[in-house]
């Protein structure tokens, strides 16, 4: 039963255009989602998150929204880097006694030069 | 050094033996996670760790897989008798108590069962 779901395993976009990753959960108990990326060979690093209060949050060139209704959150990141080629996880939690990640299956971001 | 440290990075055993994975994190992050990231699959949580005490060890496949912490830093992560579908890189990762979904992975342990 895959509660945090990303449906694309691969994204390749153009550099300076937008990158837009997605995500869908379907256990509505779940208040609060993050996002990791991942190099090769490396642990996940945090990049974003959001509480189920928000519906946007913003740091730089990365944004999530969130769409509760629709179980669905989105990475943006814009402009899109080089740098930025990697595996991008989302991941959910459901904060009251629950101190674990349940984590989507990951997309594989690539930036063309 | 200043993250999670597991060791060994890579770890090839035969079916059938037992291996132990090692976990040091952050110093001072009270809370530790055990997930496994199987071929094309998503990060699985394992276990958690408050301190010494495990709360959670919902995620453990098997009761071939055990895991203990001393000392309130270093985790050991045991799995017995490995099988071919025990293969998988298996992370640790450690948080402040206060914020404990903000965890700092560490690198990973690849697991090949032969």
């Known amino acids: 039963d895959q509660q945090v779901k990303q449906n694309s395993p691969s994204l390749s976009v153009q550099e300076g255009r937008i990158s837009i990753l997605n995500c869908d959960y379907t256990n509505s108990m779940f208040d609060y989602f993050l996002w990791y990326k991942k190099y090769p060979a490396e642990g996940p690093t945090f990049l974003i998150s959001?509480?189920?209060?928000?519906d946007k949050n913003e740091d730089g060139r990365f944004t999530v929204f969130l769409n509760k209704s629709a179980k669905h959150l989105s990475l943006h990141i814009v402009p899109s880097q080089p740098g930025d080629s990697a595996v991008y996880f989302c991941a959910a939690s459901a904060l009251k006694g629950a101190q674990k990640l349940v984590f989507g299956q990951g997309t594989r971001l690539t930036i063309n030069p | 050094g200043a993250g999670v440290s597991q060791s060994p990075s890579n770890k090839v055993t035969e079916k059938g033996k037992d291996v132990e994975l090692r976990c040091d994190p952050i110093s001072g992050h009270t809370a530790l996670y055990w997930y496994r990231q199987s071929l094309g699959q998503g990060l699985e949580f394992l276990i958690y760790?408050?301190?010494?005490?495990?709360?959670?060890k919902s995620g453990l496949p098997s009761d071939r897989f055990s895991a203990e912490r001393t000392g309130g830093s270093v985790s050991t992560l045991t799995i017995q008798r490995t099988q071919q579908e025990d293969s998988a890189v298996y992370l640790c990762?450690?948080?402040?108590?206060?914020?404990?979904?903000?965890?700092?992975f560490g690198q990973g342990t690849r697991l090949t069962v032969v």
């Open positions: 760790f408050q301190g010494n005490s495990a709360p959670d």
């Open positions: 959001i509480s189920s209060i928000k």
């Open positions: 990762a450690s948080s402040l108590s206060h914020f404990p979904l903000m965890a700092f």
